[in-house]
Structures are given as structure tokens and as C-alpha cells.
């Protein structure tokens, strides 16, 4: 006899997700409904790029998941702006009485290459995705000390949404993956910072099929069987990470594609050029000719160098 997979039990938890109305988000606040958490259900209801905004996404989700016997409630604050954060953690206090899991997910878009880049498409993104994890951490943050400091046991949790863009690279994304970059840093700052008060904080560089997704990368419709794109993929692994058996599990970056979920390793030592006295530029320039003879570089940047009359470049 087949047994239903097991899902770690948040019955009692509550959670808010941002940027909850569609794709990753909504798959994240139904899954973590379905284990038995209240989800409050942030959506600023914008387009791809940050315009305008609409409840009804939000609203939409909330309805899905009290279908379903789940108790949820929508928020339309933009995360982005501090005092909005503050009021969307607010919300989760004042409606279910604690906050246990904050999800971290909401972002726009406005792809552009660097030199045709306008400051106001750098500050949009870096603000939706780099400010809009900072705000609602801040003042959740603030609210699991003072529970800490009244002496109750947390075992509450952050979960951030990088991408791969900001782990990998990705051209013309150069706003998009600096913030997703700088998001993986946040991430293991906070991590550390927040320990002491039984908070874990996690973050997820997803693939998954979604309205962002679909648009930049022109993805293919979802194949019969299992999609190693579908969000639900993603989600299974938000879910994990805020059990209470994971306590001990945190300042991790996940990058997550299909059943493949890979813990990756930041910036690590590399090869070492020493002098003991200090280098002169003229010797250590002739020390990274020996070591790299034929250059070294990124991967995939050898053939635009080279195209570009560039020196020969490898990865070292």
C-alpha cells in the first residue's frame, strides 16, 4: 500500500509570503496552507515591471487556500517601502496573534543591457528585491527578539529568494542579479545575526516556470509527467526548511531545479599569488601572466573576448 508523502506538520505557525499573487509565491503560501500554516498573502498586484497594482492576485490566493480549509488573509503593502513592511508584519500579529516564517519572494523586472540601463530601472530593481527583503526582516526580525528577550523558545524562520542570475550571472540583468546577489549576502549576515534569538534564515536561487520566467526566457510549455520547472518544486523545499527539525539548518543558498537541490558554496580561496614584502604592480603583473598564460576569465565570456579581439581567456 502506497503511503502519502510525508509533509513536515506548521500547524499552529504563521506565515507571511511576499509577492504571493502568482507563480512561486502563491505556489509557496498554498504549500505552506496545505502543512497547516496561516498565511498572510502579500501582493502589491503589479506588472512585471513594477507598475501599477491590484488586490485582486492576493485576494485570489486567499480564496484558494480557504477552499482548501486553510486560513489565510491578503495584504497589498509594498514591501519595499518601510513603514509598509512594518504594517504587513502588523497584519500576521494583529490577525493570528505571532509570526513563525517569513517568506521573502516578491520582484519585478526591467531587464536592460548596462549601457542602455536607465538609473531609474537600477533603483526599482534593487529596491523591490534588495529593500523589499530587508523591510519585512527588519521588523520581523525586531518582533522574534523582543519575543526571545521575554524568554520563549523560537524556532521561527526567514527564507529569501535569490535566483541564479545573481549566483551565476545572467546578461542583461545586471540590476536583477545584483540585487539577487546582494540578497545571498543579506542572507548569511542575518543568518548569523539572528541565531541567538532561534531564528534560522535560509535562501532559495530557484529555475521554475513562472509569469517572470516565462516572458524573459521564452520557456516551452510544461512537459507531460514530472516539470522540473513547476514552482511546487520550489516550494516543497520552502516548506522543509521551515519544520522545526531544521533548526540547525541555516545561512544556506539553495539553488533548486526540478528534484536536483544543490547547496552551494560562496566566494572561496582560490589559487594564492604571495610576496611576502607586498607586490610591486609590475611583478605581480608578470605572476599572473605565469599562472595564467592563456588568461583567465568566467565561463562563457572566452568567445565574446576573443570575438571582441580581445586576449585568449579561460577559466581558471
Known amino acids: 500500500m502506497n503511503k502519502l508523502p510525508r509533509v513536515p506538520d506548521l500547524s499552529g505557525k504563521v506565515a507571511i509570503v511576499t509577492g504571493a499573487g502568482r507563480g512561486l509565491g502563491r505556489s509557496h503560501a498554498l504549500a505552506l496552507a496545505r502543512a497547516g500554516a496561516k498565511v498572510v498573502v502579500n501582493d502589491l498586484g503589479a506588472g512585471l515591471g513594477g507598475e501599477g497594482a491590484d488586490p485582486a492576485p492576493a485576494q485570489q490566493v486567499v480564496e484558494e487556500i480557504r477552499a482548501e480549509g ?14 509598509g513592511a512594518e504594517r504587513l508584519v502588523r497584519q500576521a500579529l494583529d490577525e493570528f496573534g505571532r509570526l513563525d516564517i517569513l517568506v521573502n519572494n516578491a520582484g519585478i523586472l526591467r531587464d536592460r543591457m548596462l549601457v542602455n540601463m536607465t538609473e531609474e530601472e537600477w533603483d526599482a530593481v534593487i529596491a523591490v528585491h534588495l529593500k523589499g527583503h530587508f523591510a519585512p526582516t527588519r521588523h520581523a526580525a525586531a518582533y522574534w527578539r523582543e519575543r526571545a528577550k521575554a524568554g520563549d523558545e523560537l524556532r521561527a524562520r526567514v527564507v529569501n529568494t535569490s535566483s541564479p542570475s545573481g549566483v551565476f550571472g545572467n546578461v542583461g540583468q545586471a540590476n536583477y542579479g545584483a540585487a539577487k546577489a546582494g540578497i545571498a549576502g543579506f542572507t548569511i549576515i542575518v543568518a548569523q545575526e539572528l541565531q541567538r534569538y532561534g531564528v534560522t534564515v535560509n535562501c532559495l536561487a530557484p529555475n521554475a516556470r513562472t509569469r517572470m520566467t516565462e516572458e ?16 511546487a518544486n520550489v516550494s516543497a523545499v520552502v516548506v522543509a ?14 539553488h533548486v531545479w526540478g528534484g536536483a537541490v544543490n547547496v552551494l558554496r560562496g566566494w572561496s580561496a582560490g589559487r594564492l599569488l604571495e610576496a611576502p614584502q607586498g607586490w610591486d604592480p609590475d611583478a605581480l603583473l608578470g605572476e599572473l601572466l605565469a599562472r595564467f598564460p592563456e588568461g583567465v576569465a568566467p565561463p562563457g565570456m572566452i568567445a565574446g573576448m576573443q570575438a571582441a579581439g580581445g586576449r585568449s581567456l579561460q577559466a581558471g
Open 241 to 254: 526548511l521551515c519544520a522545526d527539525e531544521a533548526q540547525a539548518i541555516t545561512g544556506q543558498v539553495f
Open 216 to 231: 524573459t526566457f521564452a520557456l516551452s510549455e510544461p512537459p507531460q509527467g514530472f516539470d522540473p520547472l513547476d514552482p
Open 70 to 83: 486553510g486560513e489565510a488573509s491578503a495584504n497589498g503593502e509594498n514591501v519595499a517601502d518601510f513603514a
